[in-house]
């Protein structure tokens, strides 16, 4: 069965710095991969997909993920972190056999703090 | 249209009662989805159409639930004789497929609270 897991419930990092949330994935067949963020009271925003191509996926608001088959990971990137990048990011995956859907299966969420 | 609208955004009931929510998705949208989000988990998927055709339900989706999309617009989900069980976010998300290229936009979902 298809399923994604995010090891890690909360990240901390400090404004500035460079920030990575994790995830790594399990499918059967090649993988399409998806980067989606929470703020509160707000619907989920998408952020990056992978489907084929280059394993470096630039996404919106300066994120980017880095996908390694190797590893089975897509881990979430960002160079220098912002205050306002605080919020609950979701990885996901496309359900198997759910051929051309935005059927998702979600990771359980990471909760991305950023200080001052 | 700014997005995808979900109403109400919060809803209290009695166990044995029933509820309707409502979705509108964003305009020339042909897909919509509905997912299900427990405090702590991502979201789950319940069901989604294609215009007006129901294509696919989840397990997750007991014969209490039922989703319809009438005139491939907006959409409903009912759920009868709620269970305290069925306390969640219910999220709402539609797209326009092109080829495989399909992003989903969420609404802000309507938190049902089942007492």
């Known amino acids: 069965a298809q399923s994604v897991a995010q090891p890690e419930d909360q990240v901390n990092v400090a404004e500035g710095n460079p920030l990575t949330v994790k995830c790594t994935y399990s499918v059967s067949g090649n993988p399409y991969l998806f980067w989606y963020v929470q703020y509160p009271n707000r619907g989920l925003q998408f952020l990056l997909k992978y489907i084929t191509g280059d394993n470096l996926v630039k996404g919106s608001y300066g994120f980017e993920a880095e996908f390694n088959k190797s590893q089975t990971s897509f881990h979430l990137k960002k160079p220098s972190a912002l205050v306002s990048d605080s919020a609950l990011y979701f990885c996901?995956?496309?359900?198997?056999?759910?051929?051309?859907?935005?059927?998702?299966?979600f990771g359980q969420g990471t909760t991305l703090q950023v200080k001052p | 249209d700014t997005g995808v609208s979900q109403d109400p955004r919060h809803k209290i009931t009695k166990r044995g009662q029933n509820v309707t929510f409502r979705c509108d998705p964003i305009s020339e949208h042909n897909r919509l989805y509905w997912y299900r989000q427990t405090l702590g988990q991502g979201p789950e998927f319940l069901t989604y159409?294609?215009?007006?055709?129901?294509?696919?339900k989840s397990r997750l989706l007991s014969d209490r639930f039922s989703a319809e999309r009438p005139k491939g617009s907006f959409s409903t989900l009912e759920i009868q004789r709620t269970e305290q069980g069925d306390s969640a976010m219910y999220l709402c998300a539609s797209s326009f497929v092109r080829g495989t290229n399909e992003k989903l936009f969420f609404g802000s979902g309507t938190q049902l609270s089942v007492l």
């Open positions: 996901a995956v496309r359900g198997h056999g759910s051929g051309n859907t935005g059927k998702l299966i």
């Open positions: 159409f294609q215009n007006e055709a129901q294509l696919e």
